[in-house]
């Protein structure tokens, strides 16, 4: 394992090293010797998923996330051809079902503060357009230099190809021209984040540098998409009361009932809600009704 957290950056080594050192107690103690990776099989892994949530408790999130630096670990042995093949991985552990995916205010803040820490001015910009202009990760890609606009008081992203092949503005707030100006300055040719040759950057590239910055903010890096980005924006507009209408527009939704999926109550929205009741009864005193 040291030789695999040895090729990482110092703030990477050091969160895949916690989790990583995790598993190796866990497999040492259950197996009688330390793991390798062509020691892990998938049995392992699915024992220990299960010890995680049955023995320990841990919450879905962070056995996900403990399972993900393990299979980056097993990734890396395999490119340089220590193991033929991964190990069948479990399943993800699941969270209960309600509104799509969303970041907390917390896990938001957290999330952003690695990418300040950590962030590159192209990763910045990236994420600025998914986080806080609700892009998808294609439209984000494939958005051109001359696609963004920035003064000092405003600006604007045009998506030219969105879903349905439909063209929509998107305004940046002072936020997003913040995380994005520093790129914008430097950058040169036809593509806002040029990939290999004359290309865009990939879809899959985007997908890893949000789960880079998940990682180091220790979120979910099974839950922290993408798309899961694009969520938050939708559902912090809708929540500070922006008129579905509009949210639709934002998002390039053909139909109102695509967006209406973020009004559903989360888990939050219902402690909230039961927290409000008690304190109600607690206010008013028990009636004899």
């Known amino acids: 394992m040291q030789e695999f957290l040895n090729t990482l950056d110092g703030s990477t080594a050091r969160a895949y090293r916690e989790d990583l050192t995790d598993f190796a107690r866990w497999f040492a103690h259950t197996n009688g010797q330390d793991p390798t990776p062509e020691l892990v099989t998938g049995i392992d892994l699915r024992e220990y998923q299960g010890h995680m949530l049955a023995v320990r408790g841990l919450k879905p999130a962070t056995v996900n996330r403990r399972l993900a ?11 340089n051809g220590i193991i033929e093949d991964l190990p069948s991985f479990p399943r993800r552990a699941a969270e209960p079902k309600g509104a799509p ?12 503060r690695a990418v300040e820490r950590e962030g ?16 998808r990760v294609g439209e984000a890609v494939r958005t051109r230099t001359a696609d963004v606009e920035i003064s000092e008081r405003k600006g604007k992203v045009v998506v030219r190809a969105g879903k349905g092949m439909k063209r ?5 707030s002072a936020e997003a021209r913040a995380m994005i100006r520093p790129w914008l300055s430097q ?10 040759g004359d290309k865009h950057l990939s879809t899959r590239a985007a997908q890893d540098v949000v789960k880079k910055y998940a990682y180091l903010a220790r979120l979910d890096v099974e839950h922290v998409t993408p798309h899961v980005l694009r969520h938050t924006f939708a559902t912090r507009l809708l929540r500070q009361g922006v008129d579905i209408v509009v949210v639709a527009a934002l998002l390039g939704h053909a139909r109102i009932d695509t967006t209406a999926r973020y009004t559903r109550p989360g888990w939050a ?14 206010k008013g005193g028990v009636s004899n009704a």
């Open 69 to 79: 630096a393990v299979r980056a670990w097993l990734r890396w042995a395999r490119e």
């Open 101 to 112: 995916r969303a970041l907390s205010r917390v896990e938001e803040a957290r999330f952003l």
């Open 120 to 135: 590159s001015p192209r990763d910045q910009a990236l994420i600025a357009l998914m986080l806080h202009a609700g892009l």
């Open 168 to 172: 929509r503005e998107v305004p940046l």
């Open 187 to 196: 950058a040169r040719g036809e593509w806002l984040f040029p990939g290999l």
């Open 269 to 282: 929205d219902l402690e909230r809600a039961v927290e409000g009741l008690h304190e109600s009864v607690n």
